[in-house]
Nanobody, 125 residues
Framework: QVQLVESGGGLVQAGESLRLSCVFS????????VGWFRQAPGREREFVAA???????YYADSVKGRFTISRDNAKNTVYLQMNSLNSEDTAVYYC???????????????????WGQGTQVTVSS
């Protein structure tokens, strides 16, 4: 059974950086695409970034140029490097994985079968 565990969240000041990790287990990681999503209080879940099994990457416009998603297949881990954080980035961040996504569905959280428990990111201004 696929399991995802996020880590790396915390409290930072505006302008600082964080790196989130998502460790995958229970399947053949190299076959899975992984996405990061976030949800702030009172707001809907939103797409942040995703990386396909072939390492193609996708970003929300709000984070493009500030966030970088990457994967290390040897460690079954996906990373989200977040730079120049601001208060709008405050949210619980979730990673999600799926083995059958096509390009057009990478940004749609409803298409992902497996989810982690989330990690809180708080940016103070």
């Amino acid at each position: 059974q696929v399991q995802l565990v996020e880590s790396g969240g915390g409290l930072v000041q505006a302008g600082e950086s964080l790196r989130l990790s998502c460790v995958f287990s229970g399947g053949t990681f190299s076959r899975y695409s992984v996405g990061w999503f976030r949800q702030a209080p009172g707001r809907e879940r939103e797409f942040v970034a995703a990386i396909r099994w072939n390492r193609a990457t996708y970003y929300a416009d709000s984070v493009k140029g500030r966030f970088t998603i990457s994967r290390d297949n040897a460690k079954n881990t996906v990373y989200l490097q977040m730079n120049s954080l601001n208060s709008e980035d405050t949210a619980v961040y979730y990673c999600a994985a799926d083995s059958s996504l096509i390009v057009s569905t990478m940004r749609n959280g409803n298409q992902y079968d497996h989810w982690g428990q989330g990690t809180q990111v708080t940016v103070s201004s």
